[in-house]
């Protein structure tokens, strides 16, 4: 496991977001992880609850991008967290901070914790 193969695990996350599809989002996330979403008060325990965030997330058209990207690694689990801006078709943005906790099962990287908080104004 590499600091580049974290990072480019945001790429693979943003890429599902640009299909539009909420399931394709939720796919990415161990069965077990926890949502706390950016612009929503409500913490996401489930698949479903991840599911329902990113229906009505995606409905806004974001296109995400990182500002800054720290990677630490801890044998099967990364942590990627940083900054990344969204833009949506409106022309608004947010900014946020994030937290992704990456485990990897067998081949595969799953999100099990990813917290996205707006910046402080």
């Keep these: 496991m590499k600091t580049i193969e974290i990072r480019s695990l945001f790429d693979h996350w943003n ?9 394709n989002v939720v796919e990415l996330y161990d069965t077990n992880a ?5 612009i929503s008060n409500k913490v996401r325990k489930t698949h ?5 965030y990113f229906v009505a997330f995606l409905a806004k058209g974001p ?15 990364a ?6 801006t969204f833009t949506f078709t409106d022309g608004s943005f947010v900014k946020a901070r994030f937290t992704f906790v990456y485990h ?3 081949q595969d990287f799953k999100i099990v ?3 996205s908080s707006a910046m402080p104004q």
């Design 15 to 23: 890429a599902a977001i640009q299909t539009g599809k909420a399931n």
């Design 34 to 38: 926890i949502l706390l979403p950016t």
């Design 48 to 52: 479903a609850e991840i599911e329902d």
């Design 63 to 77: 296109i995400g991008r990182i500002d800054d990207s720290n990677v630490r690694i801890f044998g099967n689990v």
């Design 79 to 84: 942590i990627n967290s940083g900054v990344y």
């Design 104 to 106: 990897l099962i067998g």
């Design 113 to 115: 914790e990813h917290h």
